[in-house]
T-cell receptor, first 109, second 115 residues
């Protein structure tokens, strides 16, 4: 059974204070790891897909990395508009995405 | 832009009622999904469909059924709503049969309360 654990559950940062979110996974044959952003009252919005260990993707202040056991979402010099819940999901042995419970990020001005 | 539209943002129903949640996508996607999202549990897959009139159970199908009569529309049905089905329901769609490479696009969600 595929499993995804995200940490921390919640993170409060000051504007400009860089940090990282963690996504640990257990899967039989990783075929893709996805990061989504979800704003309150909205559906998740796709950010990145990573397919193999060592791969990195960047978008504005966000950078996602992947190892054989975990993925990190690095946030550099965050702004208040980066506040959201960040979801990690894996596609492995099952023909479906398995989601973590998310990290709720708050960036204070 | 891909658009996935869920018919209602908020619904309040009584225990035992039959509830229909509708989802429409405008990108000719083959794949459509229904999830529920609960605090601390993340998104859990209820049902999905790879084609018209085709459906497969996800992780938590009990108490739910689905219908896909047209490619663009995927309906979630609660045959007899119960209080433990109070949740946020999210519909998603994606293109291509290789799920490892495609992206799921989500609707805004329907927050259902069963009293």
């Amino acid at each position: 059974e595929d499993q995804v654990t995200q940490s921390p559950e919640a993170l409060r940062l000051q504007e400009g204070e860089s940090s990282s979110l963690n996504c640990s996974y257990t899967v039989s044959g990783l075929r893709g790891l996805f990061w989504y952003r979800q704003d309150p009252g909205k559906g998740p919005e796709f950010l990145f897909t990573l397919y193999s260990a060592g791969e990195e993707k960047e978008k504005e202040r966000l950078k996602a990395t992947l190892t054989k056991k975990e993925s990190f979402l690095h946030i550099t010099a965050p702004k208040p508009e980066d506040s959201a819940t960040y979801l990690c999901a894996v596609y492995g042995s099952a023909r479906q995405l398995t989601f973590g419970s998310g990290t709720q990020l708050t960036v204070l001005p | 832009d891909v658009k996935v539209t869920q018919s209602s943002r908020y619904l309040v129903k009584r225990t035992g009622e039959k509830v229909f949640l509708e989802c429409v996508q405008d990108m000719d996607h083959e794949n459509m999904f229904w999830y529920r999202q609960d605090p601390g549990l993340g998104l859990r897959l209820i049902y999905f469909s790879y084609d018209v009139k085709m459906k497969e159970k996800g992780d938590i199908p009990e108490g739910y059924s689905v219908s896909r009569e047209k490619k663009e529309r995927f309906s979630l049905i609660l045959e007899s709503a119960s209080t433990n089905q109070t949740s946020m329901y999210l519909c998603a769609s994606s293109f291509a049969r290789s799920l490892a490479k495609n992206i799921q696009y989500f609707g805004a969600g329907t927050r259902l309360s069963v009293l």
